[in-house]
């Protein structure tokens, strides 16, 4: 199974089309900033499509968090801005960790990390549309399911 991991896309699609297009994600996971676009980006990924809430999704029933089985692990899905991941990961992991998930998926940032903090592994994979890491190259992230049910995440630019 393939996996695609987006975050803020702030309802600016073109580059989430095209990397739907190359990557032909079996599920897509968006970590929130969608803008009220989910219907549309639904139809673009044409296969199960799971988004949390952003701060900039106003007027949405989009829930804040989400807890997904993916393989044999358990992935926290969250836009990151109430776990205040702009001045630290500690307390995502603090939060993935009492709903006994050994990975989290997050945005808000606009900038892509990988990282394990108390055994939790953090995974961040950027922005998809307005990027702020040097080089600003649009990113996601994209992870295979073995077999084995073991995820492999990597890291991807456009």
């Not at 939790?120 to 994979?125: F, G, H, Q, S, Y």
């Not at 890491?133 to 492999?152: E, T, Y």
Request: proline letters at 6%.
């Amino acid at each position: 199974m393939r996996v695609l991991i987006v975050s803020d896309s702030h309802g600016r699609h073109e580059n989430l089309r095209e990397v739907i297009r190359r990557v032909r994600p079996d599920r897509l996971i968006h970590c929130g900033d969608i803008l009220t676009c989910q219907p549309q980006v639904q139809a673009m990924a044409d296969c199960p499509l799971d988004v949390v809430r952003g701060n900039n999704d106003f007027g949405t029933d989009l829930p804040n968090d989400l807890v997904l089985p993916l393989g044999r692990h358990r992935l926290y899905v969250t836009h990151g801005h109430h776990e205040h991941v702009s001045w630290g990961l500690e307390d995502l992991a603090i939060v993935a960790a009492a709903h006994k998930c050994d990975y989290a998926v997050f945005g808000h940032t606009h900038y892509p990390t990988m990282e394990c903090v108390n055994g939790v592994t953090l995974i961040n994979p950027g922005s998809i549309s307005l990027p702020r890491q040097p080089g600003r190259k649009p990113s996601f992230i994209v992870c295979d399911v073995d077999k084995n049910g073991d995820l492999h995440f990597a890291q991807n630019y456009l």
